[in-house]
Structures are given as C-alpha cells and as structure tokens.
C-alpha cells in the first residue's frame, strides 16, 4: 500500500470522527493530538525517512493543525495550558519533517508560524543539531531565531544569570528580590492561603537584602523572604558553592513526637556507641533549647504550607543542617533519663549505612504491606507490576506512602489502576493568568480528568493507605484519588498539605527557585493545599511507641484488615 493512500485513509477517518455528536472535553482533544503525533513520527522518528514517509508524516501533522484550529477546540484550549501548547509542538514535528524532506522554504514558514505561538523552547537544538546546517546562513532561519532568543532573554531571565561570588554587588542583590517578588505576584497560586500584602512585603525586604555581608548572608533573607507565601513547592536554593554551608547533616534523622524532639533514625555505628540512639532525646542545640532553637533558627527559613509541613521541614529535614565544618553541640537524654553534653560533626564519617528502597513488600499474614517512599523512580511501576501476582493472593493491602515525598503523580496513578476495575477521577487544577487590560487575573481551570483502569490486573480485596505529614506533593495526588473513588480507608496522621506544579528560575549569584504556578483539589473542588488531606483514622505517633518500637498505625490497619 502506498503512503499517500494510508494518509488518505487516515484523513478520512478524522473526518468521520470531527462528526461525531458528541462534544470533545480538553483532556481528549488534548490525547487526539497527542495521538496524531505518535501516528507521523511512526513515519519520520528513524534513519534517513524516505521522502515518502516525510510526506505521510506531514499530512498526519497537517490534520492534527486542522483539528487544533476548529473553533470548538480553540475554546477548550483557552482553558487548558496543556491543549494549547500541543499547536507549537505539532509545529515543531512539521519543521523536522519539511527539514528531513529539504523543503527549507517550507520549514522556515512554519517556523515563523511557531514563534507566533509563543514558544521558545529547543533554541539549543537548532543551533547544533546538523539536520539545520543547511539552514543556518539562510537570514530568514537567523531572523526567526533570533526572535525566539530575545523571547527567551526576557522569560528566562538570563541576564540575571551572574556568577557566584563570595559577596554579590547591591544591584545584583536587589535584582533577585525583585525577580522573586515579581514571579510570585504574576503567577503564585495560592495567595488566599498566604494572606499577606506581597507588595508590602517586597518594600520590606529591600533594606535587608542591601544589608547583607556575604551571599550566604544574602540567600538566607531570600529563604525568609520566600517562606512568607507559605507553600511547599515554592522555595529558594543557594548556588552549589554554598551546599555544604547550607545542607550539610550528620547521618541520623530526628522527628518532634508530642512536644519534644528525638533520634529516629541513625545511619553510623560510630554515632551508636556514642550514645546517640533511636529514642535518644535531644534537649538543646547549641546551648539553646531544641524547641526554641528551631522555632527561631530554622523555621523562618522554611517554605512551608502547613503547621504539620512546617514541622517536618523545621525538626526533622533542617534541624542539624550547617556547615559541614562547624560541629553541633547537644544536649542529650536516653531513656534511662541519662543526660550529657556531646559535640557532633555534621560530617567525616567512613561508616554510614543509608539506603532507602523505593519500594519494599512483604507478607504479614494474610496481609499484603507495600510500602512505596517516592514516586521519582520509574522503575517503581515495573516493580509493582513484578509483585502483583504475590499482592493478588492476599486478603487486604496496606499500602504505606508515610514517607513518600512526592515525584510523578503517574507512578501513583499506576498502582491505584490496578485498585480498580472502571476509571478514576484525578485532582481539578487551576492556573492562573494577569490580564493587563483588567489589572486583575482570570482563573483557568483544568477539569479532573479520568484514568483508566489497568485492563490487566484487578486486586479487588480490601486495602488501607498510611500517611503522614510526611506524605507530600504527588503522594497526596494518589492519596486524593484514592480518597475520592472510596476505595478505602486513611490511616495515620494529616498529610503536608501541599501539591500542585512548581516552575524554575535562575537567580543571581547561581542559586534558584522556584513558584508554584499550578492549584490543585479534589476532583469535586476540595481543598487540601494548606490543609492537608485528614486520615478516617487517626493514629499519632508516642514516645513509649518509638522507644518500643512499635507502629501503632500499621498496627491499627492491620486489625482493621483482619477483621
């Protein structure tokens, strides 16, 4: 069969779909054009595509640009980002093929096409990639190329991309306060949480950012100044040079457990036999109180979206964070009520053990227990897939995400499909956008969408998820699907409370940060950001419990599941 005939072909079937009756929402015109870019690149993504190939590729390509202008999926696409940047990546397919094809007068039109629609992504890949060499003299390619940079140079704020210096200029200085100021005030989401006056805010900081002596110095107001919005997607990062000054830690792990804070981790035999245990309890820091000492040493610095998040940040991740020179000096109690003074390196020890599996099973019983700590390792889908067969031959599932910090909301997605044996609802979203002409914003929002049951592994038993505070970002995303689709119990403690689609930037000096420019709740509208999302069950965790080692909340879901 010719190529011509299979586009044909496949024209014609797009043709009969566009009649069908009933309306399209975003998320499926979204998948169609996603779906007729797999089709072309079926006949141009390989060696050295014959013309022919190219020429199916572009009529493919040129029905998914028919389809994206239809005046119905224009009006979908003002409400979904994701729809209305699937135009310039169709583009971007056809320059490719036209360029594949030599047809460079061709490419060059659909270039000019593609900067009108607002992208400036892959400049790197046209300047290097040896497909455009032919192009790159041509002063239409250098017109249309230079026009992406300069969109680039004011989006992507390179100008302000300085280098690291021991102590940044005044200019330099003032210039990152004003870009976080004004990335957040233009984009932040979650400003009826923050409730602050930003603009105030900003004035206030100008002086103390003026007034720092070292970029060290420097890139701690920019923390403070960023933890006033209260989010835990939106953050500052100090350049690398200020890493070990920063975030440096000795290997054990605490936690605050009914007002006081102790040892629940620890990853060196050599800090062990020193005394500093599992259930150790740490009095003072530094000769300040532990309470008091992260309540003003660590918790201002903290981008946080709720009292339990802040928590977490402030006496377990940041707590003996610092210079990896400089020692901490505790104050310490182990159970025996034993107290003595110690001084602790944050860092030179040849003995640490820490390693943390992404996924960890086992049987206890008849009850299966999965335990997944993040959702950043992709492999994490194959490997529940691989341990299904064991799963399906239990009576009830515990799946414990107390731990689990959040990745790609998908991986969660993944493992509640197999939960199911129909299709279910994932968060509503919203972003915003700043209407000039109105000085105000306007909101769009993305409709929950609907995903799919595996098709080919069902586990229909019972099953009990665990959270935590610690539970965050993507772990509340499959947390909230599980929740919504009542598919069964939440055991533990109330979640962080902050989720949603952060965006980078660069900053002075070679730190970073980042804005949270997405809103999420529940698919009914729900909100959890800045609340967090409360177990059916509740289970806190004690002293006697961490001193014995007992888990009361798997404890809990355990006889709820034999039952």
Request: glycine share 6%; aromatic share 12%; proline share 5%.
């Amino acid at each position: 069969m010719k190529p011509i005939l299979i586009t044909s072909l496949f024209l014609a079937f797009i043709s009969f779909e566009a009649k069908a009756q009933t309306p399209l929402t975003g998320s499926q015109a979204y998948d169609k054009a996603q779906n007729l870019r797999a089709q072309a690149r079926k006949f141009y993504d390989k060696d050295n595509p014959p013309k022919a190939d190219c020429d199916s590729a572009l009529g493919i390509l040129n029905s998914a640009i028919n389809f994206l202008n239809e005046p119905d999926v224009i009006e979908l696409a003002q409400d979904n980002l994701y729809l209305k940047g699937r135009k310039s990546d169709v583009y971007y397919d056809m320059i490719l093929c036209y360029t594949l094809n030599k047809q460079y007068d061709k490419a060059l039109d659909i270039f000019d096409k593609m900067g009108d629609e607002g992208n400036y992504y892959r400049i790197e890949f046209y300047e290097t990639d040896s497909l455009f060499m032919p192009m790159r003299s041509n002063p239409r390619f250098q017109s249309a190329l230079s026009r992406l940079k300069f969109r680039q140079a004011l989006w992507k704020d390179e100008s302000l991309k300085t280098p690291y210096r021991d102590n940044l200029s005044d200019a330099e200085k003032v210039a990152g306060l004003s870009l976080l100021w004004s990335q957040a005030k233009y984009n932040f989401v979650n400003f009826d949480h923050a409730a602050i006056d930003w603009d105030k805010t900003y004035l206030d900081y100008l002086p103390l950012v003026k007034n720092t002596s070292s970029t060290a110095q420097y890139y701690k107001i920019l923390q403070q100044f960023y933890a006033q919005l209260k989010d835990g997607h939106s953050n500052v990062y100090p350049p690398k040079e200020l890493s070990a000054e920063f975030y440096t830690r000795p290997p054990f792990r605490t936690e605050l457990i009914e007002g006081r804070v102790f040892v629940t981790q620890v990853f060196s035999d050599s800090l062990k036999k020193q005394g500093i245990t599992v259930g150790t309890e740490i009095l003072s820091i530094d000769g300040t109180p532990v309470l008091t000492y992260g309540k003003t040493q660590v918790a201002p610095y903290q981008s946080s979206s709720t009292p339990q998040d802040l928590d977490v940040r402030t006496f377990t991740y940041a707590l003996l964070a610092g210079p990896a020179a400089k020692p901490i000096h505790l104050q310490l109690r182990n159970s025996k009520r034993k107290t003595w003074q110690q001084d602790v390196s944050r860092t030179g020890y040849r003995d640490v053990k820490y390693s943390i599996p992404s996924v960890e099973y086992k049987r206890i019983g008849q009850i299966g227990y999965l335990t997944v700590n993040n959702f950043e390792d992709e492999k994490i889908i194959n490997q529940f897939d691989s341990l299904f067969t064991e799963i399906a031959n239990t009576k009830g599932l515990v799946i414990d995400i107390r731990n689990n910090g959040g990745g790609s909301s998908g991986i969660g997605y993944h493992i509640i499909s197999s939960l199911t044996n129909k299709p279910f609802k994932v968060s509503y979203s919203k972003v915003l956008r700043y209407i000039p002409t109105i000085n105000g914003i306007q909101w769009h929002e993305n409709q929950p969408g609907d995903w799919d049951a595996n098709g080919k592994q069902y586990y229909d038993k019972p099953v009990i998820v665990l959270i935590s505070a610690r539970t965050f970002s993507a772990a509340e995303d499959f947390t909230v699907a599980f929740d919504f689709m009542k598919r069964g119990q939440l055991i533990g403690q109330t979640t962080g409370g902050s989720t949603g689609q952060p965006f980078g930037f660069s900053l002075p000096g070679g730190g970073s940060a980042r804005v949270c420019g997405k809103h999420d709740a529940y698919p009914d509208g729900k909100e959890f950001v800045g609340i967090g999302i409360v177990p059916n069950v509740t289970v806190n965790k004690t002293v006697n419990d961490l001193r014995n080692g007992k888990d009361a909340a798997l404890e809990k879901a355990l006889q709820l599941l034999n039952k």
